[in-house]
């Protein structure tokens, strides 16, 4: 039984998100909830919730389905669009500012 799921346009690069993901990949689902509660990473926050997104996914599958033997297989963050701001600088001038963006996908799924 597997599950997905994704989260598109999460602020933050894809570069530590990566970083995050990397803690969690094929590790168990509850050890990998206990790993993202304790990160001190801020795109730990959103990749938790999402984790528990595809936990509510499997789970509405097979509602008697053993989350100790679910694990993640898949997890990527791919770039998004950058948001472009400008800052007003000295004589007249204008920087451009660009905000990342991210997608995150997770897949877990149980090893029978």
């Not at 168990?28 to 959103?46: C, E, F, G, K, M």
């Amino acid at each position: 039984m597997e599950a997905t799921a994704k989260l598109q346009f999460a602020r933050g690069s894809a570069r530590k998100a990566r970083l995050v993901l990397d803690t969690i990949r094929y590790k168990r689902v509850t050890d990998a909830q206990n790993i993202l509660r304790y990160s001190r990473r801020r795109a730990a926050t959103a990749i938790g919730k999402l984790l528990d997104s595809a936990i509510a996914n499997v789970q509405v599958k097979d509602p008697k389905i053993d989350l100790s033997q679910v694990y993640v297989t898949l997890a990527t963050a791919d770039s998004g669009p950058q948001m472009k701001r400008y800052m007003p600088r000295s004589h007249g001038r204008a920087f451009m500012i660009r905000k990342q963006t991210c997608h995150i996908a997770l897949e877990i799924q149980t090893l029978e």
